[in-house]
């Protein structure tokens, strides 16, 4: 008997979506509603403004840009504050100084799944950002949490000196792009059903047992 893949779900996120922490809860949520399936998450990138400076930009000036004025942008964020508590999430949006380039943010993710610690770093990337305040455009930020993760820090240290899977990490977010992604999180299931935005734990968890009971797999030729 050969194992079976596990499902696999592909998030297409980017770091400062407050909508992609929410539905990261969520997802964890609907797995933990599934125990007896064996599900595999990975992590895709993807940049809500990709305009922004390598060195950022002043969040308040960020947002009255985008909203047209604070007001607007106050309004906004704070729906999704009140969604952040239903799952957990205490948003600290006044600590935020700074709106970042998450380029790095998202060359960091991918460095960390050659040791399947992608969870770890993304949570600590959003808790750092969201509830910390933190800057996520020093390197040294980013080096301090994949260190906290687990990573070998130092050769992370190194590679941040480097423009090492830039070009990479831009194709990627391309590739979503060309794929018809507007707007994140995404989930793709299994590469075949997708979740626009951050559904409900209850929405995700039906995906996936749909998922699940619709899986083909290759016959494998018997051996006499």
Avoid at 1 to 7: E, G, I, N, R, S
Avoid at 109 to 130: C, G, H, P, T
Wanted: glycine letters at 6%; hydrophobic letters at 40%; a negative charge.
């Amino acid at each position: 008997m050969t194992d079976v893949a596990p499902l696999t779900v592909d998030v297409v996120s980017d770091v400062m979506c407050p909508w992609c922490y929410i539905g990261k809860r969520r997802l964890e949520a609907a797995i933990r509603s599934v125990p007896d399936l064996d599900v595999l998450v990975r992590w895709h990138p993807f940049q809500l403004d990709a305009t922004l400076p390598k060195t950022g930009k002043d969040r308040q000036k960020y947002l009255s840009d985008k909203f047209g004025g604070l007001d607007q942008a106050n309004a906004f964020y704070s729906q999704i504050k009140a969604a952040g508590l239903e799952e957990g999430i205490d948003f600290a949006f006044d600590a935020i100084k700074l709106s970042p380039n998450t380029l790095d943010c998202h060359r960091l993710i991918l460095w960390s799944r050659a040791d399947d610690l992608q969870d770890e770093v993304v949570e600590r990337l959003f808790k750092a950002y969201f509830l910390d305040g933190e800057d996520l455009t020093k390197s040294e930020t980013l080096v301090r949490i994949s260190d906290e993760a687990g990573m070998e820090s130092d050769l992370v240290e190194q590679l941040f000196e480097t423009d090492s899977d830039l070009d990479k990490t831009i194709a990627q977010i391309g590739k979503a792009q060309e794929s018809g992604i507007t707007g994140v999180p995404c989930f793709i299931i299994d590469g075949r059903f997708v979740l626009a935005g951050a559904e409900k734990a209850e929405t995700i968890a039906a995906a996936l047992k749909h998922a699940e009971e619709t899986r083909t797999f290759p016959e494998t030729e018997s051996v006499n």
